[in-house]
């Protein structure tokens, strides 16, 4: 089993920054990509950030040059650093890995539970 477990998330002031961390845990022999996505109210959920192992990024466009995300593959943690927070930023932010168990297993993908970003005044 692959348990993801988020945390950072709350209330901020527009302008504002907060810091995302999903640590990895359980049955893992790799992690390739890593990512985070978001979802409000209403809307499907949406990529926000990916990070391959080797430390290649990719970003949604809503989110470039505001947010950075990066990982620790000791620790199997990503993160999100988040800057100049909108009110449009505020979203159910979801920790995905790409995880392969073992050397025989494909790479399945896992989610957290996710975390809830409230950006308001």
């Known amino acids: 089993q692959v348990q993801l477990v988020e945390s950072g998330g709350g209330l901020v002031q527009p302008g504002g920054s907060l810091r995302l961390s999903c640590a990895a845990s359980?049955?893992?022999?790799?992690?390739?990509?890593m990512g985070w996505y978001r979802q409000a109210p209403g809307k499907q959920r949406e990529l926000v950030a990916t990070i391959t192992r080797a430390g290649i990024t990719n970003y949604a466009d809503s989110v470039k040059g505001r947010f950075t995300i990066s990982r620790d593959n000791a620790k199997n943690t990503v993160y999100l650093q988040m800057n100049s927070l909108k009110p449009e930023d505020t979203a159910v932010y979801y920790c995905?890995?790409?995880?392969?168990?073992?050397?025989?297993?494909?790479?399945?993908?896992?989610w957290g539970q996710g975390t809830q970003v409230t950006v308001s005044s």
């Open positions: 359980g049955s893992i022999f790799s992690i390739n990509a």
């Open positions: 995905n890995s790409e995880v392969r168990q073992t050397f025989y297993s494909s790479r399945d993908h896992y």
